[in-house]
């Protein structure tokens, strides 16, 4: 039972990774799914799960409105921005070894220096990452993961996949996802070291991240419901769309 609720909240920690690497700069709304819809309307997708990812789709609506969305929105009214901020702040230092291995694997060495600098500088005058003292100090964040590493070195993306709760992903981004699973600190045991088949310690530190994440918009997925003619089509598009957008960076 154990390793069953392990892994779908795992699947969990991964879901809003998925929508905020597909749906983010939300900014300007309006404009940007205007030009969105305009440019990949007539584009033809090789899509051979497209029955399978359909009803997928509906299924993780469902998840999303009914059971995540709720779960966040009573977190989000518990708990103070200023505590939530703390905790944001955490993980991204603590899951420092993802952006450096793949910023490193993809030859981007002054982004690599950058990203150890902040790491030091978080996690000294930071007290342990709990303040992002290095984006004070000027020192961006580069993320990158194993599926941009991948497509950075021309493997192409697959076709699509939707996943169960995880959400949109594609061939390539499933085998990168495996790969920064194992570079997470996240997901070792912290006393001995080893991947927590049934770790209870795994499953909190990824949940309790997942919807920390999504407090800070949780509109964001039915604001994009609101601009589609066609839900599986327009997020399997923009997904696929703004991976690319990552990769050419």
Request: proline share 4%; net charge negative; charged share 25%.
């Amino acid at each position: 039972m154990k390793k069953f609720l392990l892994m779908i909240f795992l699947s969990l920690s991964f879901a809003w990774a998925n929508l905020e690497s597909g749906f983010d700069d939300l900014s300007n709304e309006e404009e940007y799914f205007f030009d969105f819809e305009n440019e990949f309307s007539d584009e033809l997708v090789f899509d051979p799960l497209e029955g399978y990812n359909r009803v997928m789709t509906k299924f993780n609506d469902i998840f999303y409105l009914y059971l995540l969305n709720p779960i966040t929105d009573g977190y989000k009214f518990l708990t103070p921005q200023e505590l939530r901020d703390r905790v944001r702040d955490f993980f991204t230092n603590l899951i420092f070894p993802v952006r450096l291995v793949n910023n490193l694997l993809q030859g981007k060495l002054n982004n690599a220096v950058e990203e150890t600098g902040r790491f030091f500088v978080n996690t000294t005058l930071g007290v342990g990452g709990l303040f992002d003292a290095a984006s004070a100090q000027g020192i961006p964040r580069h993320d990158e993961d194993f599926g941009q590493t991948l497509g950075h070195y021309g493997v192409g993306s697959g076709f699509h996949i939707v996943l169960p709760i995880m959400g949109p992903s594609n061939v390539r981004d499933i085998g990168g996802r495996v790969f920064d699973y194992f570079l997470s600190p996240l997901n070792y045991n912290s006393k001995i070291c080893t991947i927590p088949e049934s770790s209870e310690e795994a499953l909190y530190l990824n949940l309790a991240k997942t919807i920390n994440d999504y407090s800070y918009d949780v509109n964001s997925y039915e604001l994009l419901k609101t601009n589609a003619v066609d839900l599986y089509p327009f997020l399997r598009d923009m997904y696929e769309a703004r991976r690319d957008e990552a990769i050419a960076k």
